[in-house]
């Protein structure tokens, strides 16, 4: 059983249960005698795995013919060259909401391939921050595509509603590394959503993309292969060797989703998780969090200590009481818990009771 409650931002903690199912069948999967991960991904048995976890996550996603589902290479980052790659022309303009650390990255990554414009940042009003609404900027009819990070996990910032250009034909495109399959969202809203599978899905490097069918066949001459959509769609991602097994890995949390009862489900959970921390942090002013309240994430709960020189301390202790990887990010400082699908609530209630024994001690 686990003996300590892991609050690392990613790679992230996944199910117990699902990783006990992986210990139990590592070395003789299905009873054939090898791991999953010594099997070619062109077998009967490995085709099984990955068509049912595409048929689990479209499920769970509510993901209609429309769209291809793809299983890549590369993590997050691989989609913030494949995304420019795949949908924009070389003299084209791609537009971006820039709120935290992976949307300012996505954004240098995509000035490599094209012209590239901020329509807003994040900024602070009364001492908080918070993400300017599309009352105060609009997305040029002209982009080639709008790109925004839908969860900032270094900075703790979510945002609920998906921007919009007013003609609807502006591809929009989410970074949903940190939040997707927390709650259900709209597919239709948008062209690609994609994800580094490291928080919400499985082991890293896998990389999850969505892609409306009408934006596959439009990639660059040059776009490396491996990163071409229609390449891989036409292949049924198989136009190397996948990452097989987090393939398999991923395709058992998206079973063990659909246990919890799917994400409206998940997203309950996820809210009341988020509520009891965010409850703890605004009590006293021990604890600080600097979001405005309709920002703040439920994934990764951002708080600073009143007291920066208790930092150290608080760190050590939680260690010692089994509440691990609650630092904050070296960009941000503070602390971060990171509570996405896989953390437990008694995890969360352990980490509040910590945190109310502490400042009783310290305050
Ligand atoms: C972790 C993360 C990434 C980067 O993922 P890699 O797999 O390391 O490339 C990108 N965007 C967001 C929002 C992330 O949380």
Redesign the pocket.
Known sequence: MQNIYNFS??PAMLPQEVMQQAQEEFTDWQNHGTSVMEVSHRGKPFIEVAEQAEADLRELLGISCNYTVLFMH???????SAVPLNISKPNGLSEHLVTGQ??V??EAEAQKYMKTHIVATQCIIDGKTTVPTQKDWKISENADYFHY??????DGIEIDWVPKSESGNVPIVA????NILSKPINIDDFGIIY?????NIGP??L?VVVVRNDLIGLARQETPSILNYELQAKSGSMYNTPPTFSWYLAGLVFKWLKQQGGLASIAKVNQEKSELLYKQIDKTGFYQNSVANEYRSKMNVTFQLNNDALNAEFLKQAEQSGLVALKGHRAVGGMRASIYNAMPIEGVKALVSFMQEFERKNG
Not at 74 to 80: L, P, T, W
Not at 149 to 154: D, F, G, P, R
């Open positions: 931002a990613g590369g993590g997050g980052r691989g989609q913030f992976w949307s990255s996505a990070c839908s969860n900032e996990t270094v970074d949903m590394s940190s994800a580094g599978a490291q928080k890293s490097g990389s």
